[in-house]
């Protein structure tokens, strides 16, 4: 008997918790029911709202790549349930380790995501203050900000705080001996952290199904961490099992791991062609599944959208569109210097001299980098123009 390289094959099916179907009907859920009941309709109206908003700036910030406005991009579509979700049910005193694809987390986060592309059109570490917002920069490493937040959250149950750390990770993460060091460290010490994974079915071009035989969630008791896997295209069920497990965390309960069952529509990145490695059925399949379109059923039918507050919605996601775009082709070329700024908290004396090595070879270019640097930027306003 053959496999499918495509799904777990383990023997111990997982219970899949949801709240909202891909239908949009409201479905009931014993654990989860009880952590979103506060919602009002403005509420679950503004879980749209986030979603249609991310999704337009993801399609913006791509085609910005494809115009030579940022360097690179990793697209999140398919993924704005999982990130509206999660994000929505932390407290600003939560600290939050992302990886380079949660720019919908970064939105929620109420970070500037015109400044936040800095990173991707080469001007920038980073988009924000990560002590401003309660979230770290993006970590490029794959599976390192485990580490972090685990650090992270052991430090605020030794402070005796009520606030809890988050790592977000890919499905590939869950292969990375950084995330078990972690889920190691998280059960012995039962730090408030949660481990957030998206389990998109791709790392990069391996399937899910290459990488664990059975559901990535089953893996966390294994360590003495409780999971839950979640419907990751279901905003609702998202925000609910993040707060069962921030409970947890606030509680003493310790660790928490949640899979969220989602799908990335486009490419890895936009240096990627998924078209090479995935067949056209399977994004079909998830299409039938958008985390909007369902979002958007069950409101109408729940007769909590109507046209005046979609039309609102749909402009508010426009403008945020045309800011961002207007905001990144105006971001001011960095200071070459400037790329030794911000490295360590105290400088040493190596830093100093590579900082000094690298002004004397810049020196050493200096009329052919002004010449170079005109002709760039005379480029760069003919493209703009």
């Not at 959208?305 to 996601?317: C, G």
């Amino acid at each position: 008997m053959t496999h499918s390289r495509h799904e777990p094959k383990g023997p111990a099916a997982m219970k899949m918790h949801q709240l909202i179907t891909a239908d949009g009907d409201r479905v009931a859920d014993e654990l989860l029911d009880g952590f979103v009941s506060d919602l009002d309709d403005q509420s679950l109206r503004n879980l749209y709202e986030d979603m249609v908003v991310i999704r337009r700036i993801d399609f913006e910030s791509t085609a910005l790549q494809r115009q030579g406005q940022l360097a690179l991009w990793p697209p999140l579509v398919g993924q704005e349930a999982s990130q509206v979700g999660s994000a929505r049910a932390l407290e600003k005193e939560d600290f939050i380790f992302p990886t380079y694809r949660e720019n919908g987390v970064v939105y929620c986060r109420g970070a500037e995501m015109s400044k936040a592309v800095g990173v991707w059109r080469g001007t920038s570490n980073t988009g924000w203050d990560p002590h401003e917002y309660n979230m770290a920069t993006p970590q490029i490493i794959i599976g390192a900000q485990t580490l972090h937040a685990t650090g992270y959250a052991m430090g605020l149950a030794l402070e005796g705080k009520e606030s809890l750390a988050i790592a977000y990770l890919g499905d590939g993460a869950t292969s990375q001996g950084d995330v078990h060091e972690a889920m190691v460290f998280a059960a012995s010490f039962q730090a408030p952290v949660i481990f957030f994974c998206q389990n998109n079915h791709w790392a990069i071009s391996e399937p899910v199904g290459l990488q664990s035989h059975v559901p990535l969630a089953g893996r966390a008791p294994g360590y003495g961490i409780p999971s839950l896997q979640v419907d990751g295209n279901d905003v609702l069920a998202v925000l609910a099992a993040t707060r069962w497990a921030a409970h947890r965390a606030r509680t003493g309960g310790g660790p928490s791991f949640i899979e969220a069952v989602t799908y990335r529509m486009g490419p890895h990145t936009t240096a990627d062609d998924p078209t090479r490695y995935r067949g056209v059925t399977e994004l079909e399949e998830w299409g039938a599944k958008d985390p909007l379109a369902r979002m958007r059923t069950f409101l109408i039918n729940a007769g909590k959208l109507d046209d005046e507050a979609e039309a609102a919605i749909s402009a508010k996601a426009d403008e945020q569109a045309a800011a961002l775009r207007l905001a990144c082709i105006n971001l001011p070329d960095p200071e070459a210097m400037s790329l030794f700024e911000n490295v360590y908290v105290h400088e040493h004396s190596e830093l100093e001299l590579q900082r000094e090595q690298y002004r004397a070879y810049l020196a050493s270019f200096e009329p052919a980098t002004a010449s170079a640097t005109q002709g760039v930027n005379a480029n760069a306003q003919r493209s703009v123009s």
